[in-house]
């Protein structure tokens, strides 16, 4: 057992590579997304600068955490979706090292993008009668 806790403290967790200065609320900012860590959050920026992409968490769209059911298919949907095309968005308030970003695809909602390819929204705290920035 006590090996078990040795080998689990000895990997470190992936983090993401997204080092780029927040925007403030309000912001219009835009980009190619560059990466995805889930179902609900990417970073955009300039290509080969992780030093300067941008941690987005989606304001309109809640899904599952990577560790509970469905949420490796929602993270695989959003970069079927979004991942290596341009994105615009208006920023919101900061969420840990990120900002809650409402972002559009094809003058599309991203949110939208992704209801419409049949992805669904959960996860803790998330909440059908609730927007997804409610958070």
Not at 24 to 43: A, H, I, N, Q
Not at 64 to 92: F, N, Q, S, W, Y
Request: glycine share 16%; hydrophobic share 35%.
């Amino acid at each position: 057992m006590a090996a078990a806790i040795t080998v689990m403290w000895a990997i470190p967790a992936r983090e993401d590579p997204c080092e780029g200065r927040l925007p403030s609320p309000g912001t219009r900012f835009g980009g190619v997304v560059r990466y995805v860590g889930d179902g609900d959050g990417l970073c955009i920026g300039p290509e080969g600068r992780p030093d300067q992409w941008i941690e987005i968490r989606l304001g309109d769209y809640y899904a599952p955490e990577l560790h509970d059911p469905g949420g490796m298919e929602a993270k695989r949907e959003l970069e079927r979706v979004a991942l290596g095309r341009v994105i615009a968005c208006r920023a919101g308030r900061r969420s840990y090292d990120r900002v809650i970003g409402y972002c559009t695809l094809a003058n599309r909602p991203l949110g939208e993008w992704l209801r419409a390819q049949g992805g669904k929204q959960g996860g803790r705290g998330w909440q059908a009668d609730k927007p997804a920035d409610h958070r």
